[in-house]
Each structure stands twice: as C-alpha cells, then as structure tokens.
C-alpha cells in the first residue's frame, strides 16, 4: 500500500509550484491513462491503482508491473483531483516538445494569448486535436498545460500535440511570411472568403480577447458575424476557436 509520505507527494502535485518543482504531473481517468500508458514518448513514474483496476487492466499494463502501487479506494480519494475519482492515477515526467519548421509552415497553428480558465486551455487542446492543428503556442499568461482540468479537458489531445510556450514576437519573427489570423469585431467576415492560407490563428483572452500589442501585428482581421437575431455580447473562447478552426480549416 501507498505510504503517508507518498499520498502526500502526490497531493502536493495538484499545485502548479510543485509539478514545476519535481517536473511531474499526473493523469486520471482509465480512458486518458490507458491511452498515456501507450504512448511512446512519456516516461511514467509510477501508477497508483486499486487492486480491482488491476486486474481489469492487467494485459493493458504488462511491462509496467514494477510501475504499479496498490491503493485503497480511500487513499485514491485523498490523491485525486476530482469530486468523482476514478481508480487509477499515473505520475508521468513533463516533456518538451520539439519545433519542426516545415510542419508548422504547411498546416494551421494556434496561438492562444492569455487563455486562463483550464476548461476552456483543455477543450481547444481537443479541438486543434480533431481539426489536425499540430502546433498550439501559448503565452506566458495561459493556464499550466499540466493542470489536472485541462488534462481532463483535452481528452488525450495533449499526448497528441506540440504545446509549446513562446511570446508572440518570437512566432511572427520566426514565420514572418505566414498569415496570422485574429477575430475582431471590424474584421472581414470569416465565411466570404473562399480559400485560407496556412498560417496561425490567434486567440484571444475569456474576457480581454486578443491583446493590442498582437492586434497591430495581424496580417488577417477576421470576423464571426453574429446570427440575425443573435443578442449574446460574445462567444466562449473554445467555442470561437471550433467555428474558426472548421472555416479555416476546410476552405
């Protein structure tokens, strides 16, 4: 059984001070951890499990044995991020990952400028994923990748993607000849055009949207018009990026 020491450990990483600290985070959810379990590239510290799961999963963990720690129902409460816990969670080492030029150049990115809430950090993570954006750069401003909720939210799409942290300056100077994408209330109607070029597409903060210093450096205001009747102020920030994605993605 799991020790007071390490129930301890794994609570602390539920702060983003200590998943910095010992450069770990951890995964819940059979779905999300069996599919992290697979992935080539995350090196796994160690998974904590109830006997039950164990032996549901027990193919599925073959190679791993010296991984697994047993634990109570109770003390998979104590560690778990959620009000409902599932039965397992896996300690897993952070990774960085790696600029490819020419994939970048031939495909849509996204740029997500002060996107705080983890919720909504996590969905668009699901939303590049399911329109095959492989590139998400965030500001210094956004949510911890690594937080528990935007892990959740991201269904797997973090294992999936190259999240990359980078101020925005580096990314135009980088990809000076690229378009970059941003909505904004004067822009041009995002359906009236008939072909997007690959570029990276801005999004901006919940409440503030895209930044004034990035504004002035859009090569492509864009607009989401608002239906005929439409009365709400706003879209939600993942809801803007799905509708964006899907315009520019399938023109």
């Known amino acids: 059984m799991i020790s007071k020491n390490k129930i301890k450990y794994l609570r602390s990483l539920k702060l983003k001070k200590f998943r910095q600290k010992y450069n770990n985070f951890t995964v819940e959810g059979d779905k999300i951890v069996l599919e992290l379990l697979q992935s080539p590239n995350v090196e796994i510290e160690s998974i904590i499990a109830t006997d039950s799961w164990q032996q549901q999963y027990f193919n599925e963990t073959l190679g791993k044995a010296s991984l697994i720690e047993t634990a109570k129902e109770d003390d998979i409460k104590k560690i778990s991020n959620f009000t409902t816990p599932s039965s397992v969670l896996v300690v897993a080492k952070k990774w960085e990952s790696v600029w490819k030029d020419s994939v970048i150049k031939n495909n849509f990115s996204l740029y997500l400028d002060g996107i705080q809430d983890p919720g909504n950090f996590g969905t668009i993570l699901r939303i590049a994923d399911w329109f095959g954006i492989p590139y998400v750069f965030c500001s210094a401003k956004c949510a911890d990748l690594y937080h528990p ?27 000076s000849d ?23 597409i801005v999004i901006g903060n919940e409440g503030k949207g895209i930044s004034p210093e990035i504004l002035e450096k859009l090569t492509h205001r864009i607009l989401i018009p608002k239906g005929k009747n439409g009365g709400a102020e706003s879209l939600n920030a993942a809801v803007a990026t799905g509708i964006v994605c899907a315009i520019l993605t399938g023109k």
Not at 155 to 168: H, K, S
Not at 179 to 184: L, S
Request: glycine share 8%; aromatic share 14%.
């Open 149 to 175: 909720k935007v892990i959740q939210a991201s269904m797997g799409a973090f294992l999936r993607l190259n999240v990359i942290t980078a101020p925005f300056d580096s990314i135009i100077e980088r990809y």
């Open 178 to 200: 690229m378009p970059f994408y941003g909505t904004v209330l004067d822009g041009k109607n995002i359906f009236t055009t008939n072909k997007y070029q690959n570029g990276c």
